[in-house]
C-alpha cells in the first residue's frame, strides 16, 4: 500500500471510530475573546490529510496570537506536503510518456505541454517546473523526502537544487547528506550561503575553474525599462572588488546625508555610483572602505583549500581569500580573522590601517561576522553594536555585554518587544512578543 493508501486507510478509520464531529472536538475551548486552543505539538504532526482536516477546523479568530503562529507551521508543512505530491505526480506524467513513446526527448517535450495546458502555465514554466520534478525524483531523492514531510519548502527545496546543479550526482548527493538536517532551521540566504561553502569545499579545484571560467565573462550590460529608464548592470566581478565598491559608495551617499538632502539612501547611492563613472566631482567625503574576510589558518598557510568568507558577500574560493589577507590596500580597510579550522573560533585579527578600530569593536566584530538576529546576514561592519543588557539597565560597554543588530533588528529588539540572551556555547536565544522562542547558531552559514 502506497503513501496514499495509508494516509486514507488512517483518515477513514478514524472517522469511523470517532465520528464527524471528531474534529472539532478535538479543540478545547474556555471562556474569552481567543477562547480555542489547538491540539499540542500541532505544528510538528506529520502532514497529510489528517492534519489538514484538523486545520480546515480551525478558526483563527478564536486563537492566541502564540497559537496562530503554531497553525501558520502547520499550514506551510502542510502546503510543503502537497507541493511534494504536486511535482511527483509531475514526474509520474513524465514517466507514463516515457513508456507511450521511444524518443526521450519528445516524450518530456510531450509530459510538459500536458502540464503547461493542465495548469495553465507558459511553456518557459512548465518546462522548468517538470525539470525541477524530475531533478527531485532521479538526482536529490532525499529533498524530496525532506519536501514531502513539510520539513522544508519550496523555496529551500529549489535553493539546494539550483545550488549544487553544477556538480556531479554523487557530489551533490554528498552535499545534501550534508545540509538537509540544517536546512528547516536556515533561511534560504543562509542555506545557499552554506551549500556555497559545501561546494567548495567538495571539489576546490572545480570551484577555482568555475570562478576564473565565470571572471573571464565579465561585462557591463545596459538594458532600457518600460518606464523610459535604463538599468546598468556588471556581470562576473571579482568579489571582492565588488564588495570593496559597493562599501565605498554607501560610504560617499552616507556622508552626503545632510538634513537638507530631500533624496533618499538608494538615490543617493545611485547619484554617486554615476558621478563616479562619469568623474563628476563630490562633496562627499571619499574616506576608505571595509573589506572583511575571515580565512582559516591552513587555508591561509596553503596547506588547504576551505574556502572563506567575505562580510556581506559569502563564501568566496581559497585563493580569493588568501589574496585579501595577503595584500595591502592604500584605498580601503582591509580587515581579516584568522580561525580554527576545526572550530573556526577566531585565532587572530587584523587590519591594514595604521589605527586600528577600538579594540572591543574589533573583538566583537571578529566573533560575530553578521547581525545576530535570527536568519539575518547583514554584514558585521554595517550593524550597531548593541548592548545586550541595556546601557540605561546598568549594562556595562564589554565585549561580552555587545554584539551586532543592523538598524532594523536593532528596532525590532527595542520597539517591538523581542528579548535576546547569549547562550554559553555562543548561540543566541531570542524570545518574539507572541512568546515563540528561537535559538540561532553563534556561528554563520
Known amino acids: 500500500m502506497g503513501r496514499f493508501g495509508v494516509e486514507k486507510g488512517l483518515v477513514e478509520g478514524c472517522f469511523l471510530s470517532w465520528g464527524c464531529g471528531t474534529i472539532e472536538r478535538m479543540f478545547d475551548t474556555a471562556v474569552g475573546p481567543h477562547s480555542e486552543v489547538i491540539p499540542a505539538g500541532l505544528d510538528q504532526m506529520e502532514p497529510g490529510v489528517f492534519l489538514a482536516a484538523i486545520l480546515s477546523a480551525v478558526d483563527l479568530d478564536k486563537l492566541s496570537g502564540h497559537d496562530r503562529i ?56 512548465a518546462d522548468n517546473e517538470l525539470a525541477f520534478a524530475l531533478d527531485l525524483k532521479q538526482r536529490l531523492p532525499r529533498v524530496s523526502d525532506a519536501l514531502a514531510a513539510g520539513d522544508i519548502d519550496v523555496r529551500r527545496a529549489k535553493t539546494i537544487l539550483y545550488g549544487t546543479a553544477h556538480l556531479s550526482e554523487a557530489t551533490a548527493q554528498a552535499v545534501v547528506d550534508r545540509i538537509i538536517a540544517q536546512a528547516p532551521r536556515l533561511t534560504t540566504g543562509q542555506l545557499r550561503a552554506r551549500i556555497t561553502r559545501l561546494c567548495i569545499e567538495a571539489d576546490p579545484e572545480e570551484a577555482q575553474q568555475r570562478y576564473e571560467d565565470a571572471e573571464a565573462q565579465r561585462r557591463v550590460v545596459c538594458q532600457p525599462t518600460e518606464a523610459g529608464t535604463a538599468n546598468l548592470f556588471v556581470y562576473d566581478l571579482a568579489p571582492d572588488r565588488a564588495v570593496a565598491v559597493t562599501r565605498r559608495i554607501s560610504a560617499l551617499a552616507k556622508s552626503l546625508k545632510t538634513s537638507f538632502e530631500t533624496r533618499s539612501m538608494d538615490q543617493l547611492r545611485a547619484d554617486v555610483f554615476l558621478d563616479l563613472l562619469e568623474g563628476t566631482p563630490t562633496a562627499a567625503s571619499l574616506g576608505r572602505g571595509v573589506v572583511d574576510i575571515h580565512v582559516d589558518l591552513q587555508t591561509l598557510a596553503r596547506l588547504a583549500d576551505r574556502p572563506g568568507d567575505l562580510g556581506g558577500y559569502g563564501p568566496v574560493i581559497a585563493d580569493i581569500a588568501r589574496q585579501i589577507t595577503e595584500q595591502q590596500q592604500d584605498s580601503a580597510e582591509w580587515r581579516y580573522t584568522v ?19 577600538a579594540s572591543q569593536r574589533r ?32 549594562g556595562p560597554t564589554t565585549v561580552s555585554n555587545l554584539a551586532p543588530l543592523c538598524r532594523h533588528d536593532h528596532r525590532i529588539k527595542h520597539e517591538a518587544g523581542w528579548t535576546h540572551q547569549a547562550l554559553a556555547d555562543g548561540d543566541h536565544q531570542w524570545t518574539t512578543k507572541l512568546g515563540h522562542t528561537y535559538t540561532t547558531s553563534g556561528k554563520p552559514p
Open 70 to 125: 503554531v497553525v501558520l507551521r502547520a499550514q506551510q508543512r502542510m502546503a510543503s506536503h502537497f507541493a511534494a505530491r504536486v511535482y511527483e505526480t509531475m514526474a509520474s506524467v513524465s514517466d507514463f510518456m516515457d513508456e507511450l513513446d521511444d524518443d526521450p526527448e519528445l516524450a518530456t517535450e510531450s509530459a510538459a505541454a500536458e502540464i503547461r495546458v493542465a495548469l495553465r502555465l507558459t511553456r518557459r514554466a
Open 339 to 357: 580561525t580554527d579550522p576545526q572550530t573556526s573560533v577566531p585565532v587572530f585579527n587584523g587590519t591594514t590601517r595604521r589605527r586600528p578600530t
Open 363 to 394: 573583538h566583537v566584530q571578529a566573533r560575530d561576522r553578521t547581525c545576530i538576529f535570527p536568519g539575518c546576514r547583514m554584514p558585521v561592519v554595517a550593524c550597531d553594536l548593541d548592548h545586550r543588557v541595556p546601557w540605561a539597565a546598568g
